[in-house]
């Protein structure tokens, strides 16, 4: 059964995602890895760009999954607002699109379709927040960093016919091998161009001749054209299980079950929706019971194979054997005189007649080609039988394997159940508390924020913080004319543990507060300021030795129940349980997983809200 979609899949989504050019960003919604971007217009109404990370990416009905706009949803809204969608596109021949919107500025979202999956919104290069965060050797997604591609393969639709031809001979793997690999065409599309170019695709590369390596790259022009021109969705079905989803019809799934759609997003979303309700069927039942229901299902299909593998050699060894009498049939065949006994009936539209053998076996017998020419076609259906048996039995193995990796899932389930996030606020796109007196705090968690911090949110009757370390965050008390000494004390100290200096586990820190018009983007004349940075005029009032610890607890806000951390003596005020962390050895994800079963919120939740490097629970 398929898991995730093909480059060749989607080739055919950005094909139609042209029809949304033009169209406005409306509305941005996330639930868990999905994430669903409503774009609206005159001429189409509205229009849903469906992703579940790494697997699945289409249009589809702006009213299906509708829910909680999440963090990554509400970044979206806010830089994306009526933005206008103006180009969609595949990156090379990548499992990567490039959705491109413009307003005042210009954004690229990046959707990145394997591995775990991504998406990626950049502005002029560098990434502005992203679905996740993640790190390899030759690139890293991350805040403020440049976005870099994934290294690509070479890229199948611009290769001509002569660089294909090199790239074929220089491989020393086999032709399905080396076109699934070398070429990047994944193991489905590989098969279907060797059943098309009928070659064995076992073949040494080495020995095929410049004709069929021609005749491969003809095949696979032509299944481009198709996706570019000609889209005909199928959705393939074996044993009333719905199996694959494909832009246009494949020879790998003759003579099983298909039906079409208008187009491949709908197709799409008929599949996806038909496999998540057998993976809710799953988590009802047992799910090594549903794999042990396709195995026998597949075992099934293999002894069909072998009875038919031995009726078209049976079949072919009869022809070839009697070169005489079946002479005579086709003679008779095709003056129109049919006396013989073994035609049984005449198609003479497709030139065929039903032929019954002497054990009362019948067979389609083509009287427009020769008898050796007939006995050749049933030698070739029972290779494709063994063939198929083949695959089959790949199939089993990677269902046995299913079996393993869903026994893993559901002791993971088990151990770790589905935990529903916090409500979100605007403010859980920053570092946040709420301090001993109700005041709400909010600091930058990099350059970019702590700008936006100063200049959207810094009021007249707020206050500001600042630690005196490099890398500290600039933190902004919402109403703190009216703070005591304890709220500023506490902000400070929040600034202190947000810093680098955690991550140096230094014992303590300075910080000073100061009131709004003393903070300047504005430097002396010949100085520079970098990003993130602001400019302090006039007095500043310290905290000095600053405790360099935090605190978890659980509150309550505006009716609804969030996770904070923050000062020790802040979170004591709103939370009856309070754990206590201090600069440790253990890494973050490692404390943020044993907290998140603790106050039962997501681990993503939990690791955004605690401070930048290791970690110890104190208490």
Same mark, same amino acid.
């Given at each position: 059964? $398929?898991?995730?979609?093909?480059?060749?899949d989607?080739?055919?989504?950005?094909?139609?995602?042209?029809?949304?050019?033009?169209?406005?960003?409306?509305?941005?919604?996330?639930?868990?890895?999905?994430? +669903?971007?409503?774009?609206?217009?005159?001429? /189409?109404?509205?229009?849903?760009?469906?992703?579940?990370?790494?697997?699945?990416?289409?249009?589809?009905?702006?009213?299906?999954?509708?829910?909680?706009?999440?963090? /990554?949803?509400?970044?979206?809204?806010?830089?994306?607002? =009526?933005?206008?969608?103006?180009?969609?596109?595949?990156?090379?021949?990548?499992?990567?699109?490039? #959705?491109?919107?413009?307003?005042?500025? =210009?954004?690229?979202?990046?959707?990145?379709?394997?591995?775990?999956?991504?998406?990626?919104?950049?502005?002029?290069g560098?990434?502005?927040?992203?679905?996740?965060? &993640?790190?390899?050797?030759?690139?890293?997604?991350?805040?403020?960093?440049?976005?870099?591609?994934?290294?690509?393969? *070479?890229?199948?639709?611009?290769?001509?016919?002569?660089? %294909?031809?090199?790239?074929?001979? &220089?491989?020393?793997?086999?032709?399905?091998?080396?076109l699934?690999?070398?070429?990047?065409?994944?193991?489905?599309?590989?098969?279907?161009?060797?059943?098309?170019?009928g070659?064995?695709?076992?073949?040494?590369?080495?020995?095929?001749?410049?004709?069929?390596?021609?005749?491969?790259?003809?095949?696979?022009?032509?299944?481009?054209?198709?996706?570019?021109? @000609?889209?005909?969705?199928?959705?393939?079905?074996?044993?009333? @299980?719905?199996?694959d989803?494909?832009?246009?019809?494949?020879?790998? *799934?003759?003579?099983?079950?298909?039906?079409?759609?208008?187009?491949? +997003?709908?197709?799409?979303?008929?599949?996806?929706?038909?496999?998540?309700?057998?993976?809710?069927?799953?988590?009802?039942?047992?799910?090594?019971?549903?794999?042990?229901?396709?195995?026998?299902?597949?075992?099934?299909?293999?002894?069909?194979?072998?009875?038919?593998?031995?009726? %078209?050699?049976?079949?072919?060894?009869?022809?070839?054997?009697?070169?005489?009498?079946?002479?005579?049939?086709? $003679?008779?065949?095709?003056?129109?005189k049919?006396?013989d006994?073994?035609?049984?009936?005449?198609?003479? $539209? =497709?030139?065929?007649?039903?032929?019954?053998?002497?054990n009362?076996? $019948? /067979?389609?017998?083509?009287?427009?080609?020769?008898?050796?020419?007939?006995?050749? #076609? /049933?030698? &070739?259906k029972?290779?494709?039988?063994?063939?198929?048996?083949?695959?089959?039995?790949?199939?089993?193995?990677?269902?046995?394997?299913?079996?393993?990796?869903?026994?893993?899932?559901?002791a993971?389930?088990?151990?770790? !159940?589905?935990?529903?996030?916090?409500?979100?606020?605007?403010?859980?796109?920053?570092?946040?508390?709420?301090?001993?007196?109700?005041?709400?705090?909010?600091?930058?968690?990099?350059?970019?924020?702590?700008?936006?911090?100063?200049?959207?949110?810094?009021?007249?009757?707020?206050?500001?913080?600042?630690?005196?370390?490099?890398?500290?965050?600039?933190?902004?008390?919402?109403?703190? +004319?009216?703070?005591?000494?304890?709220?500023?004390?506490?902000?400070?100290?929040?600034?202190?543990? %947000?810093?680098?200096?955690?991550?140096?586990?230094?014992?303590?820190?300075?910080?000073?507060?100061?009131?709004?018009?003393?903070?300047?983007? *504005?430097?002396?004349?010949? &100085?520079f300021?970098?990003?993130?940075?602001?400019?302090?005029?006039?007095?500043r009032?310290h905290?000095?030795?600053?405790?360099?610890?935090?605190?978890?607890?659980?509150?309550?806000?505006?009716?609804?129940?969030?996770?904070?951390?923050?000062?020790?003596?802040?979170?004591?005020?709103?939370?009856?349980?309070?754990?206590?962390?201090r600069?440790?050895?253990?890494?973050?994800?490692?404390?943020?997983?044993?907290?998140s079963?603790?106050?039962?919120? !997501?681990?993503?939740?939990?690791?955004?809200?605690?401070?930048?490097?290791?970690? @110890?629970?104190?208490?």
């Amino acid at each position: 059964m $398929k898991k995730a979609m093909s480059s060749f899949d989607l080739m055919a989504v950005v094909q139609e995602l042209q029809s949304l050019i033009g169209g406005r960003f409306d509305k941005a919604y996330q639930t868990g890895d999905e994430l +669903s971007i409503r774009v609206s217009s005159k001429d /189409f109404g509205k229009k849903a760009i469906f992703t579940k990370a790494g697997k699945w990416f289409f249009i589809r009905d702006h009213r299906k999954g509708e829910g909680h706009p999440g963090t /990554f949803a509400m970044v979206l809204r806010k830089h994306l607002s =009526n933005a206008r969608l103006v180009s969609a596109k595949q990156h090379d021949f990548d499992r990567v699109v490039v #959705i491109g919107f413009e307003k005042k500025e =210009n954004f690229e979202l990046v959707y990145e379709l394997f591995g775990k999956g991504n998406v990626v919104l950049i502005q002029d290069g560098m990434i502005v927040n992203h679905f996740r965060r &993640e790190s390899w050797s030759s690139r890293e997604i991350k805040i403020g960093e440049e976005y870099k591609f994934p290294p690509s393969h *070479h890229d199948p639709k611009s290769l001509s016919s002569e660089e %294909f031809e090199s790239i074929i001979k &220089e491989s020393e793997k086999d032709l399905v091998r080396t076109l699934a690999l070398d070429l990047g065409l994944g193991g489905q599309y590989s098969e279907e161009l060797c059943l098309r170019s009928g070659i064995e695709k076992k073949s040494p590369t080495s020995e095929l001749s410049n004709d069929q390596i021609g005749q491969i790259y003809q095949e696979l022009q032509g299944i481009f054209k198709s996706i570019q021109t @000609e889209l005909s969705p199928t959705l393939v079905t074996q044993e009333e @299980e719905t199996i694959d989803v494909t832009p246009v019809p494949l020879k790998v *799934h003759e003579g099983l079950d298909v039906s079409s759609s208008d187009t491949f +997003s709908e197709a799409l979303g008929s599949f996806v929706s038909s496999i998540t309700k057998d993976v809710e069927e799953v988590e009802e039942d047992d799910e090594t019971a549903r794999y042990e229901r396709r195995i026998r299902q597949q075992e099934k299909a293999i002894g069909e194979s072998i009875e038919k593998e031995t009726q %078209f050699r049976e079949v072919a060894d009869y022809i070839h054997a009697n070169p005489g009498p079946f002479e005579l049939v086709l $003679k008779e065949l095709r003056s129109g005189k049919t006396k013989d006994p073994l035609i049984e009936s005449i198609d003479h $539209k =497709n030139h065929t007649a039903s032929i019954v053998l002497p054990n009362g076996k $019948k /067979f389609a017998l083509q009287y427009n080609k020769s008898v050796y020419d007939n006995a050749n #076609i /049933f030698y &070739e259906k029972a290779k494709k039988e063994k063939a198929k048996r083949g695959r089959l039995k790949d199939v089993i193995a990677e269902t046995q394997e299913e079996i393993e990796k869903a026994a893993k899932q559901r002791a993971k389930r088990e151990k770790y !159940p589905r935990i529903e996030p916090t409500k979100q606020y605007w403010f859980d796109a920053y570092r946040w508390f709420i301090s001993s007196e109700g005041n709400l705090v909010i600091a930058g968690r990099d350059a970019r924020s702590n700008d936006r911090i100063v200049k959207k949110h810094l009021k007249d009757g707020d206050r500001y913080s600042h630690a005196e370390v490099r890398g500290a965050p600039s933190v902004v008390i919402k109403d703190g +004319s009216s703070a005591s000494e304890v709220t500023l004390k506490e902000a400070c100290q929040f600034a202190v543990t %947000f810093s680098k200096a955690w991550s140096s586990k230094l014992a303590g820190g300075i910080a000073y507060w100061v009131k709004p018009e003393q903070v300047s983007k *504005h430097p002396e004349s010949g &100085e520079f300021l970098p990003k993130g940075a602001f400019v302090i005029r006039g007095k500043r009032n310290h905290f000095r030795d600053l405790e360099m610890e935090v605190a978890v607890g659980e509150i309550v806000y505006q009716d609804a129940r969030k996770v904070m951390c923050g000062p020790r003596s802040a979170v004591e005020a709103h939370s009856e349980k309070v754990t206590v962390l201090r600069p440790g050895d253990k890494k973050k994800e490692v404390i943020a997983r044993e907290l998140s079963q603790m106050f039962q919120v !997501p681990i993503d939740e939990m690791v955004r809200i605690l401070p930048p490097g290791d970690i @110890e629970i104190q208490k």
